[in-house]
């Protein structure tokens, strides 16, 4: 099975629309990497741009090289902890909150 595959299958026939990886290095300032699956749509969540849809899925590749969430001394140690990594991620951009996501997450784990 292809999880990344079935994630944003899954999700589109939840009405949410596939965005591909955004570049790993972001047209952000305050970023050295793309570190988040959600760093693509940064400007929506802050305001600062409207979404052109309410729901989006993304397989996101990511780098943590430091900073908040820094894993580095992990790595190497454990089999979950990496610098590169891709990042599954389904957004909703003012259209559901915490129970619908959970009940998506839930179904997509259960069938």
């Known amino acids: ?10 999700f589109e ?9 955004s570049p790993l290095v972001p047209k952000d300032p305050t970023l050295l990497f793309i570190n988040a699956g959600m760093v693509p749509f940064k400007k929506i969540f802050t305001g600062e741009i409207e979404a052109t849809h309410s729901r989006a899925v993304s397989c996101q ?5 430091g900073g908040k969430h820094n894993d580095l001394e992990n790595v190497g ?25 959970i009940e998506f997450a839930w179904d997509f784990v259960t069938n």
């Open 61 to 65: 590749t990511c780098i943590r090289a």
């Open 77 to 101: 140690y454990t089999a979950r902890h990496h610098t590169f990594f891709e990042m599954l991620g389904n957004f909703s951009f003012g259209d559901y909150f915490k129970e619908e996501a």
């Open 1 to 10: 099975m292809d999880i990344r595959r079935e994630f944003l299958k899954f």
């Open 13 to 21: 026939s939840k009405k949410h629309k596939i965005y591909p990886s």
